[in-house]
C-alpha cells in the first residue's frame, strides 16, 4: 500500500513531529558504530563510506583490516537497505515505526549474541545483524526525505552548517536541526563507548534495542490513536 501524499503544510507539520524520532535513530548510529569500532574490528556498520575505504587498505594489505568483514558488513548493510526501501507502509510514521521495530530486533539479537560469547562466529553474526538494522535504517530515512536528518551521515550535514547562512529567524531552523544532528551522532558514539568499555557489548546492544523499541512505539502511537500518520 502506498503512502498518502499529503499538503505541503502537513507534511511540514510531519516532518517537525519526526525530527526529535529521527534524532534518536541518528543517536544510535553513534553507539552502533562504537560498538562495531571498539568491538568487532576495523569495520562499521552504519557508515559504509568508511567501509569502502577499510575495503580498500584490506586490498593494499594494510595490517588490522579484513576484506571479509568489510564486505560481510556492506553485503549485510545492502540487504538491510533492499528491505528497508521496499517496506511497504500507508504513512511517514508507520515507516518509521516498522524500520524501527524491526532495528529493535535485530539488535537484540545482536545483544544475546554478545552475552552469550565470544569469537569469530559471534563478531561476524553481531556484523551482519546491526549492518542489516543500519542498512534498513538508511533507507528508512532516505524515504522519508526529511532535509538534514540522514541519520547514519554527516557529511552533507555538516557541509551544510558551513556553506549556507544561518537560518535561525526562519521557519523550520534548519542550522539548529543540523547541529541537533551532530550532537545526537557524537553523544550516540559517547555512551556506546562507554557502555561497551565500562560494562560489556551486550549492555550497549541491549541498551540500543531498548531505545529502538522506544522509537516503534512512539512512531506508531499517534497513527493507531487518531486513525493516520
Request: no cysteine.
Given at each position: 500500500m502506498a503512502e498518502r501524499p499529503a499538503g505541503d503544510a502537513e507534511r511540514k507539520k510531519d516532518e517537525a513531529a519526526l525530527v526529535p524520532l529521527l534524532l534518536l535513530l541518528t543517536l544510535v548510529t553513534g553507539a552502533v558504530d562504537a560498538v562495531s569500532i571498539l568491538r568487532l574490528g576495523h569495520v562499521f556498520v552504519a557508515n559504509m563510506t568508511g567501509n569502502v575505504v577499510f575495503l580498500g587498505f584490506a586490498l593494499a594489505g594494510a595490517k588490522g583490516f579484513s576484506i571479509t568483514a568489510s564486505?560481510?558488513?556492506?553485503?549485510?548493510?545492502?540487504?538491510?537497505?533492499?528491505?528497508?526501501?521496499?517496506?511497504?507502509?500507508?504513512?511517514?510514521?508507520?515507516?518509521?515505526?516498522?524500520?524501527?521495530?524491526?532495528?529493535?530486533?535485530?539488535?537484540?539479537?545482536?545483544?544475546?549474541?554478545?552475552?552469550?560469547?565470544?569469537?569469530?562466529?559471534?563478531?561476524?553474526?553481531?556484523?551482519?545483524?546491526?549492518?542489516?538494522?543500519?542498512?534498513?535504517?538508511?533507507?528508512?530515512?532516505?524515504?522519508?526525505?526529511?532535509?538534514?536528518l540522514t541519520t547514519t551521515v554527516l557529511t552533507l550535514t555538516l557541509t551544510g552548517l558551513a556553506s549556507d547562512r544561518p537560518d535561525l529567524a526562519k521557519p523550520g531552523f534548519h542550522t539548529v536541526r543540523r547541529l541537533s544532528a551532530v550532537a545526537a551522532i557524537l553523544a550516540g558514539a559517547v555512551a556506546g563507548a562507554v557502555l561497551v568499555l565500562h560494562t560489556s557489548t551486550g549492555w550497549a546492544l541491549g541498551a540500543t534495542a531498548i531505545l529502538l523499541a522506544a522509537v516503534a512505539v512512539a512512531a506508531a502511537w499517534p497513527s493507531g490513536h487518531r486513525g493516520r500518520g
Amino acid at each position: 500500500m502506498a503512502e498518502r501524499p499529503a499538503g505541503d503544510a502537513e507534511r511540514k507539520k510531519d516532518e517537525a513531529a519526526l525530527v526529535p524520532l529521527l534524532l534518536l535513530l541518528t543517536l544510535v548510529t553513534g553507539a552502533v558504530d562504537a560498538v562495531s569500532i571498539l568491538r568487532l574490528g576495523h569495520v562499521f556498520v552504519a557508515n559504509m563510506t568508511g567501509n569502502v575505504v577499510f575495503l580498500g587498505f584490506a586490498l593494499a594489505g594494510a595490517k588490522g583490516f579484513s576484506i571479509t568483514a568489510s564486505f560481510v558488513a556492506l553485503a549485510s548493510f545492502l540487504a538491510g537497505a533492499a528491505v528497508g526501501g521496499r517496506l511497504p507502509a500507508s504513512s511517514r510514521r508507520q515507516r518509521l515505526a516498522r524500520v524501527a521495530l524491526g532495528e529493535a530486533v535485530l539488535a537484540g539479537a545482536s545483544a544475546i549474541v554478545a552475552a552469550s560469547g565470544g569469537g569469530t562466529a559471534a563478531r561476524y553474526a553481531i556484523t551482519v545483524l546491526l549492518a542489516v538494522a543500519m542498512g534498513g535504517q538508511n533507507a528508512m530515512a532516505r524515504k522519508l526525505a526529511v532535509p538534514d536528518l540522514t541519520t547514519t551521515v554527516l557529511t552533507l550535514t555538516l557541509t551544510g552548517l558551513a556553506s549556507d547562512r544561518p537560518d535561525l529567524a526562519k521557519p523550520g531552523f534548519h542550522t539548529v536541526r543540523r547541529l541537533s544532528a551532530v550532537a545526537a551522532i557524537l553523544a550516540g558514539a559517547v555512551a556506546g563507548a562507554v557502555l561497551v568499555l565500562h560494562t560489556s557489548t551486550g549492555w550497549a546492544l541491549g541498551a540500543t534495542a531498548i531505545l529502538l523499541a522506544a522509537v516503534a512505539v512512539a512512531a506508531a502511537w499517534p497513527s493507531g490513536h487518531r486513525g493516520r500518520g
